[in-house]
């Protein structure tokens, strides 16, 4: 008798401790949680994560939820990925963290059956994209003892985050002890576009890389004013989550920060930046509070991006992956099959 062995799928949820409380303009804690899988086929193991920030309403409960929706039974085996997904796509609206998660162990699994990384997978050629180190928000002596962190960790681009009503300061103090390459990040925090651009002008002066979304994800009319004005690109993160979004925002941002949790995973993230570049459009890849699981996964596709912003796996106490590692300010994966890491014992 022909006997077809199926793909399994397993999850549990995992709680990442930050080695300093995050807070961005709206939110502080000192834990996050994701949601880790594994996605078995002939002995293979998929390794995918999900991750879901508190602000953005998905939960551990939710993903899991999710997850045993998902029916494997009538997939002979994993290499379909775009017709799997799309069924995956198709079982509810929303849920983006938990589809990325199991598009990342597809991901994981088919390049582990292959022989192939995820950057093989698609094509893609491996090119070093030094990533930048993210400073959030806290008193402007805190953010510069951060930011002197980052730089002994390696690191040698900074991502700002500002979106306080004490900005100036924050910057009058990392200016203290950075001279090197920065972005800025206002996470949706200034309401004055008259003032933002003021700062994006002193910003431009200062040599900022980009500012990434200064206004509220749907206030695209300043949007638009502002990056008609700005010597610099003005990065769409919370008004773009996936590619359907792409051609209403387009015209009021000069890039777009592309992240696994939002496009629902690679695959999506990839026709992202693909499309995001024929329209002439910066990209940043970027994570959420993620361990080296999604993160690798991403790293994958750096070399496509402009500027790369993976550090989530760096501001952890506990990422339960090992496999990846930060030299010479780059992210670098081992040279295993799929994303490049594996589960600690
Ligand atoms: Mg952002």
């Given at each position: ?61 939710s993903v899991m939820r999710f997850l ?44 582990k059956l292959k022989n192939q990384s ?94 990434e979304q200064p206004f509220l994800f ?128």
């Amino acid at each position: 008798m022909h006997y077809i062995r199926r793909m399994k799928l397993q999850f549990h949820p995992f709680d990442l401790q930050f080695i300093h409380p995050f807070t961005v303009s709206v939110h502080s804690r000192t834990t996050t949680p994701i949601v880790i899988l594994q996605l078995e086929h002939e002995g293979i193991v998929g390794l995918g994560e999900s991750s879901m920030p508190p602000y953005l309403g998905e939960t551990q409960q939710s993903v899991m939820r999710f997850l045993s929706k998902i029916r494997l039974e009538h997939f002979h085996n994993p290499f379909a990925i775009e017709e799997i997904l799309s069924y995956v796509d198709a079982i509810d609206d929303g849920n983006n963290a938990a589809k990325a998660g199991f598009d990342i162990a597809l991901h994981d699994l088919v390049g582990k059956l292959k022989n192939q990384s995820i950057g093989e997978l698609y094509g893609i050629k491996p090119e070093q994209k030094k990533t930048s180190f993210t400073i959030g928000i806290d008193s402007p002596e805190k953010m510069a003892l951060k930011a002197r962190e980052g730089m002994e960790m390696g690191f040698e681009i900074l991502k700002i985050k500002l979106g306080t009503n004490y900005d100036q300061e924050i910057l009058d103090r990392i200016f203290e002890i950075w001279n090197g390459p920065f972005s800025v990040d206002a996470n949706q925090g200034w309401n004055n576009k008259e003032q933002a651009l003021d700062m994006t002008l002193q910003l431009a002066e200062k040599g900022v890389l980009f500012i990434e979304q200064p206004f509220l994800f749907d206030h695209l009319t300043d949007a638009t004013w502002l990056s008609e004005r700005s010597p610099v690109p003005i990065v769409a993160d919370e008004s773009i989550k996936r590619l359907v979004q792409l051609e209403a925002i387009q015209n009021a941002f000069s890039g777009i920060n592309v992240k696994l949790m939002k496009s629902t995973g690679i695959s999506e993230a990839y026709r992202m930046i693909i499309e995001a570049k024929k329209a002439g459009l910066k990209v940043v890849t970027g994570c959420m509070a993620e361990s080296s699981c999604a993160v690798g996964a991403m790293s994958h596709l750096s070399s496509l991006a402009d500027w790369t912003d993976l550090d989530g796996p760096f501001l952890m106490k506990n990422d339960p992956f090992q496999g990846m590692t930060l030299s010479d300010g780059c992210i670098q994966v081992s040279g295993l099959n799929g994303i490049g890491v594996a589960l600690k014992n």
